[in-house]
């Protein structure tokens, strides 16, 4: 089975940065970056293709880049602007089912069991 590990999560000011990054024991063809807050669904943040095409939230558009080294095997997701709103634990996953679009994985609600998942990196933005 395909192992995920994010690192890269951590405390910042409104208006920093972070990067945030995950290790793939192997990448899939569709891949992304989904946060979650307590008590909350887990929304789609971010994907990427094996082709290169990527997807953002609309909510991260313009701020947030995702990427692939396919080097390392890592998913890599640079996280500028910040805002409080951002603060989350942040999970890499794998989708295990080919999606439709990759709009469609930043679709709500997330299928959690469509997807193979990191462990979580936690992002905290503060005013």
């Known amino acids: 089975q395909v192992q995920l590990e994010e690192s890269g999560g951590g405390s910042v000011q409104s208006g920093g940065s972070l990067r945030l990054s995950c290790v793939a024991s192997?990448?899939?063809?569709?891949m992304g970056w989904f946060r979650q807050v307590p008590g909350k669904e887990r929304e789609g943040v971010a994907v990427?293709?094996?082709?290169?095409?990527?997807n953002y939230a609309a909510s991260v558009r313009g701020r947030f880049t995702i990427s692939l080294d396919k080097t390392d095997n890592t998913l890599r997701l640079q996280m500028n602007t910040l805002k409080p709103e951002d603060t989350a634990t942040y999970y890499c996953?794998?989708?295990?089912?080919?999606?439709?679009?990759?709009?469609?994985?930043?679709?709500?609600?997330?299928?959690?069991?469509?997807?193979?998942w990191g462990q979580g990196t936690q992002v905290t933005v503060s005013s």
């Open positions: 996953a794998t989708s295990e089912r080919r999606p439709q679009s990759l709009a469609a994985m930043l679709t709500r609600p997330v299928r959690l069991e469509y997807y193979r």
């Open positions: 192997r990448l899939g063809q569709y």
């Open positions: 990427i293709n094996n082709a290169g095409s990527t």
